[in-house]
């Protein structure tokens, strides 16, 4: 089975910290993607990568950058977390475009 | 860009029923597929359902099924005699083959009652 692990189950940030969201897939999968979750808004796409060290912005990437020198490894960073990160970041990963994404279990962050 | 609206917030069903969960979705691509996803309380993302854009029937998988109408751009989730179990946050999402996103609409929440 495939297996995408998210590196904190919980996260607990300062204002102002800059906050680093480690994904790793283990199937060899070219596209790998961050989503943050929000009640009443679904699953919103922050960035994708459809390979290594190639990126592309999804809808709210405003404050975040990410990082994919491996194929395996997909970095999130909020350079400076706000208050308004506060939220639920999923991690996914696929091997062509038309296929189902895996997902990780998420990290719950929270900026105070 | 490509949309996916639910409009259901929440939805319930009792127990040995069928529920329909609405989806739409918006994109000038002919070729995409649909898919759908359970989020129980656990947080984890089960992938339950695949259409895509030229299947001519319909996607089926056990009690799940996907009422797909192509010139509404509806694709609708059926989930057959509903149990305790299937309460839980229910996701429409489309990725369109000439692109490597994928998104997802607002979510359904299903609860079933006894």
């Known amino acids: 089975d495939v297996k995408v692990t998210q590196s904190s189950r919980y996260l607990v940030k300062r204002t102002g910290e800059k906050v680093f969201l480690e994904c790793v897939q283990d199937?060899?999968?070219?596209?790998m993607f961050w989503y943050r979750q929000d009640p009443g808004l679904g699953l919103r796409l922050i960035y994708f990568s459809y390979d290594v060290k190639m990126k592309e912005k999804g809808d709210i990437p405003e404050g975040y950058s990410v990082s994919r020198e491996k194929k395996e490894r997909f970095s999130l960073i909020l350079e400076s977390a706000s208050t308004n990160q506060t939220s639920m970041y999923l991690c996914?990963?696929?091997?062509?475009?038309?296929?189902?994404?895996?997902f990780g279990s998420g990290t719950q962050l929270s900026v105070l | 860009a490509q949309k996916i609206t639910q409009t259901q917030p929440g939805m319930f069903v009792q127990e040995k029923e069928a529920v329909t969960l609405d989806c739409t979705y918006d994109t000038s691509d002919q070729s995409y597929g649909l898919f759908w996803y359970k989020q129980p309380s656990s947080g984890e993302m089960i992938f339950l359902i695949y259409q895509g854009s030229y299947d001519e029937q319909n996607a089926t998988e056990g009690r799940y099924s996907l009422n797909f109408q192509k010139a509404r751009k509806s694709a609708n989730l059926v989930i057959s005699a509903s149990q305790l179990g299937d309460s839980a946050m229910y996701f429409c999402a489309m990725r369109e083959n000439n692109n490597n996103d994928m998104r997802f609409g607002a979510g359904t929440r299903l609860t079933v009652k006894p």
């Open positions: 996914a990963s696929s091997r062509r475009q038309t296929e189902k994404l895996f």
């Open positions: 199937m060899d999968h070219e596209n």
